[in-house]
């Protein structure tokens, strides 16, 4: 799908396999992106060091944005820039947020995560990032998606403006159920990776044909 037409509902963002050799992951991302639309590609830490980190980034980077994919690398402002990553997703306080997207000053994307009450939300959404992120990476496994996360953002979609996603469950029809939040994305990982709903290209291809056909439409 093209940068100029963009689906007006819930789109995908995409997390990367947290543990795997990179071969391994660079094959899976390479078939997830190949299965339609995918807003985003989010590269977690997990156990990785700082070197594995960064060569699974650069193995992933020019495959998404080859697609329009927009790339954000966890906690390690330094490997986005090195790479030249599209941004970072954070987990910090609120303090040290506000403070990281002062020094980055608009040149790289800044994600904040780690957010489990609506307090939290609040006081990290103060600092203007580019999206707040409901769930933990590595957290889904379940068929659903968590209920405090789907909670939390039927309120903040009704309150803020501020662009959220949210973490779903194993069963692509999770994706749905954050969509009818109100939510702006709904981030998968196993759903796509873990191989039961088929190749990840399949999976994602799944997931955008059940939101295209059943997810709310934004309004303007």
Same mark, same amino acid.
């Given at each position: 799908?093209?940068?100029?037409? $963009? ?45 594995? $980190?960064?060569?699974? %980034? ?22 986005? %820039? ?42 990290? %959404?103060? &600092? ?54 109100? &939510? ?10 873990? %191989?039961?709903?088929?190749?990840? &290209? ?7 044909? $059940?939101?295209?056909?059943? &997810? ?5």
């Amino acid at each position: 799908m093209s940068r100029t037409a $963009l689906p007006d509902r819930c789109r995908l963002v995409l997390i990367a396999p947290v543990e795997g050799e990179i071969g391994d992951c660079t094959a899976k991302v390479k078939s997830a992106l190949s299965g339609g639309d995918v807003a985003s590609l989010i590269i977690p830490v997990g156990s990785r060091d700082e070197a594995s $980190l960064q060569k699974l %980034g650069e193995a992933l980077l020019p495959l998404a944005q080859e697609k329009g994919v927009a790339v954000m690398i966890e906690n390690d402002t330094r490997i986005a %820039g090195r790479i030249k990553a599209d941004g970072v997703h954070l987990e910090t306080n609120p303090a040290d947020l506000a403070e990281q997207i002062e020094h980055l000053d608009g040149r790289l994307m800044v994600g904040a995560g780690g957010i489990k009450t609506r307090d939290e939300a609040l006081d990290l %959404g103060e &600092a203007q990032p580019d999206y707040v992120f409901f769930g933990r990476f590595g957290y889904d496994n379940k068929p659903e998606a968590h209920s405090r996360n789907l909670k939390l953002t039927e309120w903040w979609s009704e309150m803020i403006a501020l662009p959220c996603i949210v973490l779903g469950g194993t069963d692509i029809a999770s994706a749905l159920a954050v969509a009818e939040t109100g &939510a702006d994305f709904v981030a998968l990982s196993a759903a796509v990776f873990d %191989g039961a709903n088929g190749t990840p &290209a399949d999976a994602v291809a799944a997931v955008n044909a $059940l939101l295209e056909q059943s &997810a709310p439409r934004f309004t303007e």
